[in-house]
């Protein structure tokens, strides 16, 4: 549209100058009041904008600002001349129109100053083009000499042309308007209204470097979860809006208060005084604990403060977040409410990054093997099939059991990995036994997490579709926690098991929360006694009613019995006396690698296991 009605005026302009006559024109007086008005209204919606950081000060800011100062002083010069009758603009103002034209155009084709990172960057900005093209046409309707036919028959596009231009304006405010809502959304607490993790990191960066980064603060409530839990949810949203206000108001002379999510919050300071900053902590501490009404009730909390000195000018936000974080953990610990951080007593949060790391580096250098333990059936003794159990071969401590590494995977997100290489593993042992002729099945274990993340139980359909396993040739021990969190989800997921031919059962029976109506509602078909029960069931009849009842309650609802831990062969009889389907322990054999289980098996199968 601008283009398009600038050239129309130009071209107009150009042709039908030669045959103009009449040279006499005025303007109103109001017209001409209206241009040096709207200069100073431009100028200082530049000026607003910078002082409130919503425009960089830059090249093109500057220019701009120029521009609009020049025209503001060639327009106010015309309606002086104008006051005074004579309406003669002369060089000087002409020249000024030219010039600031010139800055004009000159401002709008620069590239815009960066603010806040690459995300800020206007989208659609408009070329240089329509702007060159308006200005132009602005100058054409301006010159001096235009004989008034020439006037006439320019002005209706030029009008046309400059506001489209002036629409274009508009709109371009109304985006950048709209970016700078974004801007501020995406760095700020929905629910408490302060910064978020995001923010506090670009503050973090942007430090001054001359001085360095101060210090962080991090504040992580005690005993919120209960608040939650037993108070509901909008119970605990007022509490930490309650804590928002106080920890804002209190840390007035803080560079950024910020709410990390959850309940944690930082408060960065330029403070690098450890004495200091102690007595700063401890007094928030003890204003967070002043009780707060929610609801009709006072509720009190306390709060663990991690405080990270930044060490020097390259300490970057990952690390003083890190820092903080280490000393957090080691003041609810402690109980000790504030702590700041020690290197020296950091080798506890070391050692974890470096197992973290070196399991990493393990699983993708083929270091997790897979061992196996067998099960019998309790009546006749005959393998009944196996249970996979992971263990990381490492290069210098030698083989380490799952206690050893699980805590680690699951701290670093390992936990998907690990599974996919554990289900790899036994997907292709067993078709391995099975191609020679040892029909057995076997048991994985998978955690909740892994189990309800749709991209591993996805990736072993594929396997076991690769490889051709029928019904029954994998069963998936599931834990109880894993129907708390997302009980439908489950649900899907224990379905979906069932339809891809696998069996599930649920391990370690009755140490988590045991609800009987997923036993009478899911497509489960083994519940497996922990062996906390199993271990002592001759010398302790609570565990034995337990155990029995457990057997009962199975053999009611179609379920099949396993028997965890069975280590001697007395215990082994009354289990079987009681009623258990299977049985599994160190009695029978103790995991081992899968070389020695080909041999283990082919030797069980000739000969029943029960006279061991
Ligand atoms: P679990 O699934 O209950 O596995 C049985 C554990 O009991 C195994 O320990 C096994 O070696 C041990 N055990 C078997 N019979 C006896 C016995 O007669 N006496 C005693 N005292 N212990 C016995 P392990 O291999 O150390 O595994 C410990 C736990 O680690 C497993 O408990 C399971 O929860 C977890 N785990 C093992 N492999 C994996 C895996 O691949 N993925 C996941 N998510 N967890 C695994
Ligand atoms: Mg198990
Ligand atoms: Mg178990």
Redesign the pocket.
């Known amino acids: 549209m601008i283009i398009v009605g600038g050239t129309a005026c130009v071209a107009l302009v150009a042709l039908l100058l030669p045959f103009a006559t009449d040279a006499a024109d005025t303007l109103p007086l109001l017209v001409a009041l209206i241009y040096p008005l709207l200069d100073v209204a431009l100028l200082l919606l530049v000026v607003g904008q910078t002082a409130l950081r919503q425009r960089p000060f830059g090249r093109r800011t500057v220019t701009l600002f120029a521009a609009f100062v020049v025209l503001a002083i060639a327009d106010g010069t015309l309606v002086a001349s104008a006051t005074s009758g004579s309406y003669q603009s002369g060089l000087l103002v002409e020249l000024a129109w030219c010039l600031g034209f010139l800055l004009l155009a000159d401002a709008a084709c620069q590239p815009p100053a960066q603010q806040g990172g690459a995300d800020t960057e206007p989208q659609g900005r408009p070329g240089a083009v329509p702007v060159i093209v308006a200005a132009a046409v602005a100058l054409a309707t301006l010159l001096p000499q235009q004989p008034t036919g020439i006037r006439l028959l320019v002005v209706a596009p030029a009008v046309v042309t400059l506001i489209a231009a002036g629409l274009r304006l508009v709109l371009a405010l109304r985006q950048s308007q709209q970016l700078n809502e974004a801007l501020r959304l995406s760095r700020t607490d929905d629910l408490t209204g302060l910064p978020n993790r995001r923010a506090l990191n670009e503050a973090i960066a942007g430090q001054d470097s001359e001085s360095g980064p101060g210090a962080l603060l991090l504040l992580d409530l005690d005993g919120f979860k209960e608040i939650n839990d037993t108070l509901g949810h909008a119970a605990g949203d007022a509490v930490l809006q309650a804590l928002a206000n106080r920890i804002g108001s209190l840390q007035q002379q803080a560079l950024l208060v910020a709410r990390l999510g959850g309940d944690e919050f930082a408060v960065l300071v330029t403070e690098r005084d450890a004495v200091k900053l102690t007595e700063q902590a401890l007094g928030l501490r003890d204003s967070i604990r002043k009780a707060i009404r929610v609801d009709g009730l006072e509720v009190c909390l306390d709060v663990s403060i991690g405080v990270a000195i930044g060490a020097d000018h390259g300490t970057r936000a990952s690390d003083l977040l890190r820092q903080a974080d280490v000393a957090m953990y080691q003041a609810k610990a402690a109980r000790a409410g504030v702590l700041v951080y020690d290197a020296e007593r950091d080798d506890f949060s070391r050692e974890r990054l470096r197992v973290a790391e070196e399991l990493r580096r393990g699983i993708d250098d083929g270091e997790i093997v897979v061992w196996y333990?067998p099960k019998v059936d309790a009546q006749t003794g005959h393998p009944k099939g196996v249970?996979?159990?992971?263990r990381w071969a490492h290069p210098t401590d030698g083989l380490l059991?799952?206690?050893a590494f699980?805590p680690a995977a699951r701290r670093a997100g390992l936990?998907a990995a690990l599974?996919r290489t554990?289900l790899a593993r036994v997907v292709h042992d067993v078709t391995a036994w099975r191609a020679e002729g040892l029909v057995v099945s076997a048991a994985?274990?998978?955690?909740p997490a892994e189990l309800l993340a749709p991209s591993v139980m996805a990736d072993l359909f594929d396997m076991i579709h690769a490889a051709g396993l029928g019904a029954g040739a994998l069963i998936l021990?599931v834990t109880e926690d894993s129907f708390l969190a997302d009980p439908q989800r489950a649900r899907e997921v224990i379905e979906a098991i069932g339809r891809a031919g696998l069996e599930v059962a649920i391990?370690?029976y009755g140490t988590g929360f045991s609800s009987l109506s997923y036993l009478r509602d899911l497509p489960i078909q083994e519940l497996k006694i922990d062996?906390s029960f199993v271990a002592d069931i001759l010398t302790n009849p609570r565990n034995e009613m337990i155990v029995t009842s457990t057997i009962t309650l199975a053999r009611g609802l179609g379920l099949r019995t396993v028997a965890?831990?069975?280590?001697d062969a007395a215990i082994a009889e009354r289990l079987r006396d009681l009623g258990a389907d299977v049985l599994?322990?160190?009695?029978f054999a103790?995991?081992m690698p899968p070389v020695e289980l080909r041999a283990w098996l082919a030797d069980a199968s000739a000969a029943a296991v029960t006279a061991r």
């Open positions: 333990q249970e996979a159990l992971v059991p799952p206690a699980l936990m599974t554990v994985v274990n998978v955690s021990e391990d370690d062996r965890e831990g069975v280590e599994q322990g160190y009695h103790r995991p």
